[in-house]
């Protein structure tokens, strides 16, 4: 496979759109999962958002210098354009409850996701994206924070904060059930 340095020299030069659909192809999923994160399951707009996403790597890849790694500057103007829709129109999510055993049960990776993206409902905004970016992307801290524009120590507050939330939420949630099991 042809790295990405070399894609975006193709692109740059000649305008090769064959390269340029290699690069949508290999940081397309990744995208679109942050995307559906942060919009807390909104797959409309998580995918328009994607789209908007790989238009702007289009017009400005030939501003890309590699003072990171492509994926983290891809995922810094998918949060950038995520950020720009929030302030467009801010949309409050209905808050819905999970069921937390059909999770742990189900060998589906579609029915996991919705009760995760339930759980995303749960954080506030900047906690879920750094939690987003580093449990579902992989980004180190560093990476977070160059995304997020975020000082350090806040992206580690946000994800404490945000594994703490998730970790209560499940706790309580099994223990709503337990008791919901016993009284049926």
């Known amino acids: 496979m042809i790295n990405d340095t070399e894609l975006i020299a193709r692109i740059v030069s000649r305008d090769d759109h064959h390269a340029f659909h290699c690069l949508v192809a290999k940081y397309q999923s990744g995208i679109r999962q942050l995307l559906r994160r942060l919009t807390a399951g909104d797959h409309h707009l998580a995918d328009d958002l994607a789209q908007e996403t790989f238009i702007t790597l289009y017009k400005k890849i030939k501003s890309f210098r590699g003072d990171s790694a492509l994926n983290t500057w891809l995922h810094k103007i998918a949060y950038n354009h995520f950020l720009k829709s929030q302030q467009k129109a801010y949309k409050k999510y209905e808050q819905t409850e999970c069921n937390f055993d059909d999770f742990e049960k189900s060998p589906h990776n ?15 905004l900047p906690e879920r994206t750094c939690i987003t970016l580093s449990i579902s992307v992989g980004m180190s801290h560093v990476e977070i924070s160059q995304v997020t524009d975020f000082p350090l120590g ?4 946000h994800l404490n904060r945000a594994q703490q939330k998730l970790k209560s939420f499940v706790a309580s949630s099994k223990i709503a059930g337990e008791k919901g099991e016993k009284h049926a």
């Open 110 to 124: 579609a029915d996991k996701d919705l009760v995760i993206e339930k759980l995303m409902q749960q954080l506030s």
């Open 154 to 157: 806040t992206v580690k507050s």
